[in-house]
């Protein structure tokens, strides 16, 4: 009996069929997660490059348009339409707009005010149109959904409960005369 087996292990043990498959097996789920990671990452980069790009460019647009004081609406929009790629953007957007003293930066507070679409409307925390020569920050807190939020980088983002992470935005600009 002992002969036997050990006659049937000695041929399993010669045997190759099938080494590859494992290999692959291996290979693969490691290659398949490195790129996963990789495409959750260039989006991420991608989403916070096109709303920077957003903010920038509404900036430049309240920054010299003299004599009119945009909404938050109008200038959630302006960003909105600039930044093609964010997902619902016009619910999942949240600015704060204050006027900061230029030797004491200390006008808005650390945390940004964020807020996506499936949570209850609150008032926006702060949003003022600035004056003549006003040193202004303004802050835009977009919510998204991760594209694979089951893979390595998707698990680590900071979540809320309904699985929304979020991309912070600041700029500061001078208010040109009017």
């Given at each position: 009996m002992i002969a036997?087996?050990?006659?049937?292990?000695?041929r399993f043990r010669r045997d190759e069929?099938?080494?590859?498959?494992?290999?692959?097996?291996?290979?693969?789920?490691?290659?398949?997660?490195?790129?996963?990671?990789?495409?959750?990452?260039?989006?991420?980069?991608?989403?916070?490059?096109?709303?920077?790009r957003g903010v920038d460019l509404a900036t430049r647009e309240i920054r010299l348009s003299t004599g009119h004081v945009p909404s938050y609406t109008d200038v959630r929009g302006m960003?909105?339409?600039?930044?093609?790629?964010?997902?619902?953007?016009?619910?999942?957007?949240?600015?704060?707009?204050?006027q900061v003293a230029p030797r004491d930066l200390s006008g808005a507070p650390n945390d940004a005010d964020c807020q996506n679409a499936a949570q209850d409307p609150r008032p926006v925390r702060n949003f003022v149109a600035g004056q003549d020569n006003d040193l202004m920050l303004?802050?835009?807190?977009?919510?998204?959904?991760?594209?694979?939020?089951?893979?390595?980088?998707?698990k680590e983002l900071n979540k809320d409960a309904e699985g929304y992470a979020q991309i912070v935005v600041t700029s500061a600009f001078v208010q040109e005369p009017r």
């Open positions: 036997c087996i050990t006659k049937h292990l000695a069929d099938g080494n590859s498959t494992v290999e692959f097996a291996l290979y693969f789920t490691v290659f398949f997660l490195i790129l996963a990671a990789g495409v959750e990452i260039a989006y991420i980069n991608l989403r916070h490059a096109m709303l920077e960003i909105c339409s600039k930044a093609a790629v964010l997902d619902d953007c016009e619910s999942n957007l949240r600015l704060e707009m204050v303004i802050r835009a807190c977009l919510k998204y959904k991760p594209m694979l939020p089951t893979t390595s980088i998707g």
